[in-house]
């Protein structure tokens, strides 16, 4: 099946520090691609792939798990680790918690952690429910396209499948629970007004990474899909920054 256009994973293959990012729920790589550029243009090595089931139709989503999601940026990180000596994890909301994630399961490869508006807990009541309603509701209304810049646009579906956001609490569980595991630093960006994300994914990552130190920026300029908006040169700026600041290398990136 052809991919939607944008929606192409990336990778850049540069110097000895890498950043896998991670892209959100119903999104695709097109959401996170002038991040990704941004930094590889840094001397960066890069690695943003495309969730299973993203990026050409929400039907085809449908057979698709967090755990398969979990699995495409975990092979990501492992594979950057193979050729970087210190790698970070960066994401956007579902890729924010993936990110935090990869943290937890393998604290000795990520040296930080980048978030933008990350998902951590139901903000659909919906979701409560879905494991019953995917047979009765096989989709709902789409989560894309949440930005406040004038013009600019998210690659995405138009639906979300019902059968795969019912796997999504598996995934906030595992990842609220494990919080305290995360030592390597985290840099949490929040946008106020958020049509996707609500405030309590934010706090709960404030009140349970407590063995790790989080810093929290708020994007005031933006809505969800921060890194095509407003603030994206923010965002950009202050991840490269956030790497120079935890990098045994970072004093090596460019500007």
């Known amino acids: 099946m052809s991919l939607l256009p944008g929606a192409e994973p990336f990778r850049h293959d540069g110097g000895c520090v890498g950043v896998v ?71 956007m909301s579902l890729g924010g918690c993936l990110a935090l994630r990869l943290a937890e399961v393998h604290p000795d490869a990520v040296s930080g952690v980048v978030l933008v508006n990350p998902s951590l807990a139901v903000e659909n009541r919906l979701l409560h429910a879905a494991r019953l309603l995917k047979w009765l ?21 138009a639906r979300v499948p019902t059968a795969a956001a019912a ?52 994007l005031d300029n933006s809505f969800h899909v921060a890194t095509l908006d407003n603030d994206a040169a923010t965002v950009f700026g202050g991840s490269l920054a956030f790497v120079r600041d935890h990098s045994r290398s970072g004093e090596g990136l460019d500007a």
């Open 21 to 91: 990012l991670c892209h959100g729920f119903t999104g695709s790589p097109q959401s996170m691609r002038p991040w990704a550029d941004h930094l590889a243009a840094a001397g960066l090595s890069v690695d943003l792939p495309l969730l299973p089931g993203h990026g050409t139709t929400w039907q085809e989503m449908r057979a698709t798990t967090s755990d398969q999601w979990f699995a495409a940026v975990e092979e990501s990180l492992l594979g950057l680790r193979e050729s970087c000596d210190e790698v970070f994890a960066m994401g």
């Open 137 to 157: 509701l096989p989709s709902t209304k789409g989560l894309v396209n949440d930005i406040k810049k004038a013009g600019a646009r998210e690659v995405g579906y």
């Open 167 to 218: 796997t999504l609490p598996k995934l906030w569980t595992a990842t609220r629970r494990d919080l305290p595991l995360i030592t390597a630093p985290i840099l949490a960006y929040r946008s106020p007004e958020d049509h996707v994300i609500g405030p309590e994914s934010l706090r709960i990552l404030t009140s349970g990474a407590v063995n790790s130190t989080v810093t929290t920026r708020s």
